[in-house]
């Protein structure tokens, strides 16, 4: 199978880049699992990451990031490169913007195939994934004030349901919260970044447990 078979799929799939529009309507969120939590009437924020994905000739992979342990916001999770949408950006413009500033990824590397639905946060965030494709392997550096780490995970191993676990945990106050969680080695992706992964397995092949067409784009 040849990296062509998935791409073509991401650009048959995906939503085009002209589609996107401010304050679109979130598709999937972080209370999908959780439909008695607290949803506050809320303008949200708007945020973009991008989902690199890098297609190597042994196979191709999704790049993943460790926030840094000093942020005060989600330290230490993992995460795509992204962040909030700066007055008159686009989420494909943000995207790359923070990933440049991440992880130093040159935006000339990377090729725009579209969006995966918008995903809410229960932080209030308004999150347009931007996929991206990346033809051989980019010259990285992970900035120290934002990323702990930087990693690739095998698209086979996320896009594979069998790797996808439903976990939760008892907060100090209030009701158990769920989420998805796909461990990969000693890496725990969890929360909105296996929530978007969720979102976009399900926008490449129609949310079915077990279909063909994964296998054929196994690359």
């Known amino acids: 199978m040849s990296h062509a078979t998935l791409k073509r799929r991401l650009t048959e799939r995906l939503l085009p880049i002209q589609a996107w529009q401010p304050l679109g309507r979130a598709a999937r969120s972080d209370f999908d699992l959780n439909p008695e939590a607290p949803r506050a009437d809320r303008?949200?924020?708007?945020?973009?990451?991008?989902?690199?994905?890098?297609?190597?000739?042994?196979?191709?992979?999704?790049?993943?990031?460790?926030?840094?342990?000093?942020?005060?916001?989600?330290?230490?999770?993992?995460?795509?490169?992204?962040?909030?949408?700066?007055?008159?950006?686009?989420?494909?413009?943000?995207?790359?913007?923070?990933?440049?500033?991440?992880?130093?990824?040159?935006?000339?590397?990377?090729?725009?195939?579209?969006?995966?639905?918008?995903?809410?946060?229960?932080?209030?965030?308004?999150?347009?994934?931007?996929?991206?494709?990346?033809?051989?392997?980019?010259?990285?550096?992970?900035?120290?004030?934002?990323?702990?780490?930087?990693?690739?995970?095998?698209?086979?191993?996320?896009?594979?349901?069998a790797n996808h676990r439903r976990d939760s945990f008892q907060p100090a106050e209030g009701p158990v919260r769920h989420f998805w969680a796909m461990p990969w080695q000693d890496r725990y992706i969890w929360g909105a970044t296996a929530g978007i992964i969720r979102g976009l397995r399900a926008r490449l092949y129609d949310d079915a447990d077990l279909d063909p067409a994964i296998a054929e784009d196994a690359a």
């Open 43 to 161: 303008t949200l924020r708007e945020a973009a990451v991008l989902v690199p994905i890098i297609a190597h000739a042994e196979g191709a992979t999704v790049l993943l990031t460790r926030r840094a342990d000093a942020l005060t916001s989600h330290s230490g999770q993992i995460a795509f490169p992204g962040g909030r949408l700066d007055p008159g950006e686009t989420a494909a413009q943000a995207a790359l913007r923070e990933a440049m500033e991440e992880v130093a990824l040159d935006p000339a590397c990377v090729e725009v195939l579209g969006f995966a639905e918008p995903y809410e946060t229960v932080t209030g965030f308004l999150v347009t994934p931007v996929v991206g494709w990346i033809a051989s392997a980019p010259s990285l550096t992970a900035s120290p004030g934002e990323v702990a780490d930087l990693f690739e995970t095998p698209w086979d191993f996320l896009m594979d349901v």
